[in-house]
């Protein structure tokens, strides 16, 4: 910020009410010149004269209102569409008015607080996911040897749950690495649900599936839209769905299935990072939180609405 106030700046009231009284004084002046201009060198020259005069004022005001406010808003707009793409950007140098000097400060803090802030969250998951990475190992090592080697039905029984428990916590770490990758944003662009029909149906077998309006544009790139769509049909799978009805529209995306639906009490609880109702059926209870932050990454959101029967989600992106 000190490098923003170092300079003098103009205050947006004075810009504003200097080009207001810029224009008032110019149309004052231009009458009263043809006043005095007219009996001088003829109605239409001095009228010829004076718009000349006050076309060229009226430029180095158009001039200054660019320059002040134009120009600072529009490259901060910029700046901050490149950051939320997740792309690297230069930050504006120019800041026109005081006003818009103290916003862009703000703007920029703000922009590397939450830079940083996402930094330390994807640090933090790869330091965990290695740090843990080792002694998981050492048990699946341990229990294969265990395994191999003359063991009671008792203790065979007791190496099977230590096998089960370092399943589990490897598929949350697992898990805890595409929390953090979901974050980012990197899958803008558009595609449409009839691209990724052959892979549903493959991916999912068992679920029936019922795409409309496979022609429809969404604004999230394939990619994106796989990982989406694969958490959401998955968790259908898992609460026992046998067919899952997807309609794309102008700005919007629903998941509707025939499955066990969502309790009432666990409805506000339905994105919180591992809380499953199917951890009997491998779930990991990150799927949906995977979901929701790719989608808020790229400005879109995901909500549970109500339904009769199954659960049904509805995605909204944004509308530039």
């Known amino acids: 910020m000190a490098g923003l106030t170092r300079k003098w700046r103009p205050s947006l ?21 043809l006043r005095y201009l007219g009996p001088e060198l003829g109605y239409r020259n001095a009228a010829a004269v004076l718009a000349g005069v006050i076309g060229m004022a009226t430029c180095v005001l158009g001039y200054l209102l660019v320059r002040l406010l134009l ?74 040897l265990l395994e191999d080697s003359g063991l009671s039905n008792q203790d065979r029984a007791l190496v099977n749950q230590i096998v089960g428990a370092n399943i589990q916590m490897q598929t949350h770490l697992t898990a805890l690495n595409q929390v953090a990758a979901a974050r980012a944003p990197e899958h803008h662009g558009w595609t449409d649900l009839q691209a990724l029909s052959p892979w549903l149906s493959e991916a999912f077998p068992e679920l ?64 919180a990072p591992f809380f499953t109702t199917a951890r009997e059926q491998g779930g990991t209870g990150m799927g949906l939180t995977i979901a929701a932050n790719l989608l808020n990454a790229h400005g879109a959101r995901i909500s549970l609405e109500p339904s009769e029967t199954g659960a049904r989600f509805e995605i909204k992106f944004p509308v530039d």
């Open 13 to 33: 009231g004075l810009v504003l009410g200097g080009g207001l009284a810029g224009t008032l004084a110019l149309s004052l002046m231009g009458l009263i010149a």
């Open 71 to 144: 120009r600072p808003i529009s490259a901060l707009a910029r700046y901050s569409a490149a950051v939320r793409q997740g792309h690297t950007a230069t930050p504006p140098d120019h800041f026109g008015t005081r006003e818009l000097s103290q916003l862009a400060g703000s703007v920029l803090e703000m922009s590397g607080t939450l830079q940083r802030r996402e930094a330390s969250i994807r640090s933090f998951a790869d330091h965990v996911t290695h740090e843990l990475k080792t002694p998981v190992t050492a048990i699946q090592a341990a229990t294969e």
């Open 208 to 271: 029936s599936l019922d795409i409309q309006n496979e022609a429809q544009s969404l604004p999230l790139s394939d990619s994106g839209l796989r990982i989406v769509l694969g958490h959401l049909l998955d968790n259908s799978r898992r609460h026992g769905a046998g067919r899952v009805k997807i309609n794309g529209q102008p700005g919007h995306l629903t998941v509707q299935d025939d499955g066990t639906g969502v309790s009432e009490g666990n409805r506000s609880r339905i994105f």
